[in-house]
C-alpha cells in the first residue's frame, strides 16, 4: 500500500483519541466484525480524475498504463476520488449529489449501482476504501443530530447493511484511507474541531488506535 499525503506543516498540541464505541447504534443496526481475506484486482487500467476547463467540472476516466484507449466513465454530471473494487469489476465515485451513501460504476456495462444510507441517524460517505475481499466498503459518518455518532463505520460492498462501527470522533472528522493488506486493521485521517490532524491506525474493533504520522506533521489529505 502506498499513500500520497498533504500537509500543511506542524500542529500544536496533542488530539483527543476517543475510543470506538457501538453503543450510541442500536444493537439491531450493528453486527461483528468478522475476518476478511486477501483479493487481488485485476483489472490491468488507470482510473484517473481530469478537470474540464470548459465545464470547470472533474471527469473520471481510465486508461491502459501505456496511455491507450482512453475512456470516460461517468457522465451523468462532475464525479471524483475514484477507487478500484479489489476484482476490478467496479470503480468507486464520489458524485450526484443524491443523499445516497455510495456510488459504483461497473467497468464493462458502465451501469451506475447505489447503495442508500445505512441508518436514519447517520450521513454516511461510503467506498473510499474497499476491504481486500471486496466485502465491505469504509464510511466516513457524521450523526445527524448526535455528533457522538460521528466516525468510521463499514457496510457490506454487494448491497450495503450490516453496519459496523469502526472508530468515534465526536469533537471531529475521521475519513477512511485504505485497509491493510490482511484487512484487519484500517488506515485514516483523524481531523478535530481544534485543527489538529493526523494519520491513524486501528484495529476493526475500534481497539489498537495508534497515531502513524508525526505529532508536529499536520496532514490535510490522504490517497491510497
Known amino acids: 500500500m502506498s499513500l500520497v499525503l498533504t500537509s500543511c506543516g506542524g500542529a500544536t498540541g496533542s488530539s483527543a483519541l476517543p475510543a470506538a464505541s457501538t453503543a450510541a447504534v442500536s444493537p439491531s443496526e450493528v453486527t461483528s466484525p468478522e475476518p476478511s481475506t486477501d483479493v487481488s484486482g485485476l483489472a490491468g487500467r488507470i482510473v484517473f480524475v481530469r478537470g ?33 473494487s479489489p476484482d476490478g469489476t467496479e470503480i468507486h465515485i464520489n458524485c450526484c449529489d ?58 457490506r460492498a454487494s448491497a450495503g447493511g450490516g453496519l459496523r462501527r469502526i472508530t468515534s470522533n465526536p469533537d471531529g472528522d475521521d475519513i477512511p484511507a485504505d485497509y491493510s493488506p490482511d484487512g484487519i486493521q484500517l488506515l485514516f485521517l483523524r481531523s478535530n474541531d481544534d485543527g489538529t490532524s493526523g494519520l491513524f491506525v486501528t484495529n476493526l474493533d475500534g481497539s489498537g488506535l495508534q497515531r502513524v504520522s508525526p505529532p508536529d506533521l499536520q496532514v490535510d489529505t490522504v490517497a491510497a
Open 52 to 84: 474540464d476547463p470548459e465545464a470547470e467540472e472533474p471527469a473520471t476516466y481510465t486508461v491502459n498504463p501505456d496511455g491507450s484507449d482512453e475512456q470516460q466513465l461517468f457522465f451523468d454530471g462532475p464525479s471524483e476520488f475514484p477507487r478500484w
Open 98 to 155: 443524491d443523499g445516497m451513501a455510495a456510488h459504483f460504476v461497473d467497468t464493462t456495462t458502465g451501469d451506475l449501482r447505489t447503495l442508500p444510507q445505512p441508518a436514519s441517524k447517520l450521513e454516511a460517505f461510503c467506498g473510499g476504501a474497499w476491504s481486500p475481499d471486496g466485502e465491505r466498503i469504509a464510511c466516513e459518518a457524521f450523526g445527524v443530530d448526535d455528533q457522538g455518532l460521528n466516525g468510521i463505520y463499514s457496510i
